[in-house]
């Protein structure tokens, strides 16, 4: 059975919102609970999660559009308990790499370590002066 994903229901004032944020992708297995896509207003952005357990089909937005309150933006197929493959643990997923280590992926060289507090340094000597200047130039008035 495909149910149908809708934008949730707006207040008043506001007409339409954007998508912030796609999390998912057509094919890809879901649980109820997970958050499918972001949608944002001028004032909040709302979490969108599926309702049930599926596989995602048919998917008529990207990030960035501009949808209505109550609009059908993707369908997921249904599966039963038994179609459903257990959801993997946090360990399961670590061992089979399907979680990267954020140091590994993103490592920083020492010499850009320190370049990075050269520059803070530098820019906070200057926001000091930049202070200081104003308040003699207060002063002299």
């Known amino acids: 059975m495909n149910i149908d994903v809708k934008v949730p229901v707006f207040p008043d004032s506001i007409r339409t919102a ?7 992708s057509e094919g890809q297995l879901v649980y109820a609970g997970d958050v499918l896509f972001d949608v944002e207003t001028d004032k909040v952005v709302l979490e969108v999660m599926a309702d049930c357990n599926g596989i995602i089909e048919n998917i008529t937005i990207a990030n960035g559009d501009h949808v209505n309150a109550e609009q059908v933006v993707m369908t997921v197929k249904q599966l039963t308990d038994s ?45 000091v002066a930049a202070g200081a200047l104003g308040t003699l130039i207060m002063l002299g008035n």
């Open 18 to 24: 954007a998508i912030a944020k796609l999390y998912v």
């Open 83 to 127: 179609e459903l493959p257990a959801r993997p643990t946090v360990e399961q997923a670590h061992n089979s790499k399907q979680l990267r280590n954020d140091s590994e992926e993103w490592a920083v060289s020492p010499w850009l370590s320190k370049l990075n507090i050269v520059f803070w340094v530098v820019g906070f000597i200057i926001g």
